[in-house]
């Protein structure tokens, strides 16, 4: 999947930079271990989708040269992680370009290392993964780029000062100094408005706390939040923020009025300095106006790269009915008039390619005559992976006497996240209980590739997150590309993707004060009396659900029309 070893025209540019785009992990291939869940792929399909336009865009992020972790699972579920061992050289372009920022009094050294996105289009994304595995730094400051969300609060800060500040250092030691808006995906990376804070006092001879060189910083910036609860915020206290930013930093953040409760809280930082905010579908745009009631949240619904998500069967199918669709996305909505038996066998394409992958890694084989559902995300107890075993008898009754299904879990916890291990152990337990009626399958290992066959194969997509804990989720969005209908919580990006019974199935209703039997009575209820039924006795009722999937959710919930409304009304507003 890797093809960038064409050698650079510089060793800078790859094409003019308008747009920076900041993020703490980034989706860029399944052999590059820069990404752990959704923020990482939405960044990585956000810069695809970016070349797609030919925005003058580039990427900046931290190389991760020990990955997020491999992730081992024992018979009995539990789970136990070791680094990732890759060769940035095998995949990566190393620049000579160094640059450098002050950790803890200490000057630290960086490096770039560049990846092209080259799109249908032919144009070129910049990606520049930052890197102090130096000899001119100290062994500890070494490691500061080795781990994705690892080590304490001490080392994220560490490294949040290296993607923030750091990254701004680099943009301008590669030449790129006429970048118009500064996009923070997340608070991971809000330190570089004190960066910009400190250029524009320099250009413009004014104090870094004056209105005018805070206003203009402001105008500079846009932030994306992806968070739903106030759990999921980056907090430091000062003590630690002052030992690694210095005392002149932290200074600057209390006079400017950034800091929070005198806390550097970096979603805060990052809000206080942005023009123009957002959240990630319409309901999350509607949670965070309540969260951040001060600031004005508009909402951009996320999207998924489609030539990369759509399997090798529907590109196929794609580019014999509409050959448009790699160029502009919106023209799947044609897909409504290719004919049903080509999305079946198109599916069943996909579904075999899914099943082969799953005997691969697991030794399982499954029967491709049964229904399949799929469930993978990151395992963490908001998410819910356990709730379809609920009631293992009612779902043997299922089984026997309505239809036949096998399931195929995936998702790595957080090796912090005991709860989320704790989910894991019971899908096992369900598992082993289900073995003589219902095929439970968990692959461990999720990555873009598993990712790739599992949304492309399984008949249904299962999503059941707590309201209202899904800022948007973009696993079903992959799902529909394929023709995967979905059965989920009305939440995230599925209150606006969901049709009941036209491009899948809502579990319960839209209200957050829902009780959690009243969802598991309609999960099952749904499963027994509507999906099953339909999907071995009305096999073209389903099929229209697959080719609606498409022509409603795959046209819209793309990458294109994301980075579209981003240029629209977050990068260049008043061009």
Same mark, same amino acid.
């Given at each position: 999947?890797?093809?960038?070893?064409?050698?650079?025209?510089?060793?800078?540019?790859?094409?003019?930079?308008?747009?920076?785009? %900041?993020?703490?992990?980034?989706?860029?291939?399944?052999?590059?271990?820069?990404?752990?869940?959704?923020?990482?792929?939405?960044?990585?399909?956000?810069?695809?989708?970016?070349?797609?336009?030919?925005?003058?865009?580039?990427?900046?992020?931290?190389?991760?040269?020990?990955?997020?972790?491999?992730?081992?699972?024992?018979?009995?579920?539990?789970?136990?992680?070791?680094?990732?061992?890759?060769?940035?050289?095998?995949?990566?372009?190393?620049?000579?370009?160094?640059?450098?920022?002050?950790?803890?009094?200490?000057?630290?050294?960086?490096?770039?290392?560049?990846?092209?996105?080259?799109?249908?289009?032919?144009?070129?994304?910049?990606?520049?993964?930052?890197?102090?595995?130096?000899?001119?730094?100290?062994?500890?400051?070494?490691?500061?780029?080795?781990?994705?969300?690892?080590?304490?609060?001490?080392?994220?800060?560490?490294?949040?000062?290296?993607?923030?500040?750091?990254?701004?250092?680099?943009?301008?030691?590669?030449?790129?100094?006429?970048?118009?808006?500064?996009?923070?995906?997340? #608070?991971?990376?809000?330190?570089?408005?004190?960066?910009?804070?400190?250029?524009?006092?320099?250009?413009?001879?004014?104090?870094?706390?004056?209105?005018?060189?805070?206003?203009?910083?402001?105008?500079?910036?846009? %932030?994306?939040?992806?968070?739903?609860?106030?759990?999921?915020?980056?907090?430091?206290?000062?003590?630690?923020?002052?030992?690694?930013?210095?005392?002149?930093?932290?200074?600057?953040?209390?006079?400017?009025?950034?800091?929070?409760?005198?806390?550097?809280?970096?979603?805060?930082?990052?809000?206080?300095?942005?023009?123009?905010?957002? #959240?990630?579908?319409?309901?999350?745009?509607?949670?965070?106006?309540?969260?951040?009631?001060?600031?004005?949240?508009?909402?951009?619904?996320?999207?998924?790269?489609?030539?990369?998500?759509?399997?090798?069967?529907?590109?196929?199918?794609?580019?014999?009915?509409?050959?448009?669709?790699?160029?502009?996305?919106?023209?799947?909505?044609?897909?409504?008039?290719?004919?049903?038996?080509?999305?079946?066998?198109?599916?069943?394409?996909?579904?075999?390619?899914?099943?082969?992958?799953?005997?691969?890694?697991?030794?399982?084989?499954?029967?491709?005559?049964?229904?399949?559902?799929?469930?993978?995300?990151?395992?963490?107890?908001?998410?819910?992976?356990?709730?379809?075993?609920?009631?293992?008898?009612?779902?043997?009754?299922?089984?026997?006497?309505?239809?036949?299904?096998?399931?195929?879990?995936?998702?790595?916890?957080?090796?912090?996240?005991?709860?989320?291990?704790?989910?894991?152990?019971?899908?096992?337990?369900?598992?082993?209980?289900?073995?003589?009626?219902?095929?439970?399958?968990?692959?461990?290992?999720?990555?873009?590739?598993?990712?790739?066959?599992?949304?492309?194969?399984?008949?249904?997509?299962?999503?059941?997150?707590?309201?209202?804990?899904?800022?948007?989720?973009?696993?079903?969005?992959?799902?529909?590309?394929?023709?995967?209908?979905?059965?989920?919580?009305?939440?995230?990006?599925?209150?606006?993707?969901?049709?009941?019974?036209?491009?899948?199935?809502?579990?319960?209703?839209?209200?957050?004060?829902?009780?959690?039997?009243?969802?598991?009575?309609?999960?099952?209820?749904?499963?027994?009396?509507?999906?099953?039924?339909?999907?071995?006795?009305?096999?073209?009722?389903?099929?229209?659900?697959?080719?609606?999937?498409?022509?409603?959710?795959?046209?819209?919930?793309?990458?294109?029309?994301?980075?579209?409304?981003?240029?629209?009304?977050?990068?260049?507003?008043?061009?």
């Amino acid at each position: 999947m890797v093809d960038n070893k064409e050698p650079p025209v510089n060793n800078g540019n790859a094409m003019p930079a308008v747009v920076a785009y %900041f993020s703490m992990e980034v989706g860029l291939d399944t052999s590059i271990p820069t990404y752990g869940g959704g923020l990482g792929m939405l960044a990585g399909d956000s810069l695809r989708g970016g070349a797609d336009l030919g925005i003058p865009i580039v990427g900046i992020s931290l190389l991760h040269r020990k990955g997020y972790f491999h992730q081992h699972l024992d018979a009995q579920g539990n789970q136990t992680e070791s680094p990732v061992e890759w060769d940035p050289k095998t995949c990566l372009e190393p620049l000579d370009t160094r640059a450098s920022i002050t950790i803890e009094g200490r000057q630290v050294w960086i490096r770039p290392w560049r990846f092209l996105i080259r799109s249908a289009t032919e144009n070129e994304v910049p990606v520049y993964l930052l890197d102090t595995a130096l000899p001119e730094n100290s062994p500890f400051d070494q490691t500061l780029t080795d781990y994705l969300y690892g080590g304490d609060d001490h080392y994220r800060l560490c490294q949040e000062a290296i993607l923030g500040l750091g990254g701004v250092a680099m943009l301008r030691a590669l030449g790129y100094n006429d970048v118009e808006t500064y996009h923070m995906n997340e #608070g991971h990376s809000a330190l570089l408005t004190i960066a910009l804070l400190r250029e524009e006092s320099a250009r413009s001879g004014l104090p870094p706390t004056e209105r005018q060189v805070m206003e203009r910083v402001g105008d500079e910036c846009v %932030f994306t939040t992806h968070t739903p609860v106030p759990a999921g915020m980056d907090r430091f206290p000062m003590q630690l923020a002052r030992q690694i930013l210095g005392e002149e930093t932290t200074a600057l953040m209390t006079e400017c009025g950034c800091l929070h409760f005198d806390t550097l809280n970096m979603i805060a930082l990052g809000l206080f300095f942005s023009r123009y905010i957002n #959240g990630v579908s319409m309901r999350h745009g509607e949670i965070s106006t309540n969260m951040f009631p001060s600031y004005p949240i508009n909402s951009v619904t996320n999207g998924v790269h489609a030539a990369t998500w759509t399997s090798e069967p529907f590109r196929r199918l794609y580019d014999s009915h509409i050959p448009e669709w790699r160029y502009d996305n919106l023209y799947l909505r044609y897909s409504i008039n290719i004919p049903l038996d080509d999305i079946y066998q198109a599916h069943i394409e996909a579904k075999q390619e899914l099943l082969r992958e799953v005997e691969r890694r697991s030794g399982v084989r499954l029967n491709p005559s049964i229904m399949t559902l799929g469930f993978a995300r990151r395992m963490t107890t908001y998410k819910r992976a356990d709730m379809l075993f609920s009631d293992l008898e009612r779902l043997r009754k299922i089984a026997r006497e309505v239809g036949p299904f096998q399931i195929i879990y995936s998702g790595k916890a957080h090796p912090r996240d005991e709860g989320g291990k704790v989910l894991i152990r019971k899908i096992f337990q369900a598992a082993a209980a289900l073995k003589d009626t219902v095929t439970v399958v968990y692959l461990e290992e999720y990555d873009m590739n598993l990712a790739m066959h599992l949304c492309a194969g399984v008949d249904l997509w299962l999503n059941t997150p707590k309201q209202p804990e899904e800022a948007s989720g973009t696993s079903g969005m992959k799902a529909a590309l394929n023709g995967v209908p979905s059965l989920s919580i009305l939440d995230g990006w599925w209150v606006e993707g969901h049709i009941e019974g036209v491009t899948g199935w809502a579990i319960g209703d839209s209200k957050q004060d829902v009780s959690i039997t009243s969802e598991i009575n309609s999960l099952y209820d749904k499963l027994e009396h509507v999906i099953i039924p339909m999907f071995y006795h009305q096999q073209r009722t389903y099929s229209q659900s697959m080719r609606y999937a498409i022509a409603l959710n795959g046209s819209y919930f793309n990458a294109q029309r994301m980075m579209f409304q981003y240029l629209e009304h977050a990068y260049m507003p008043s061009h």
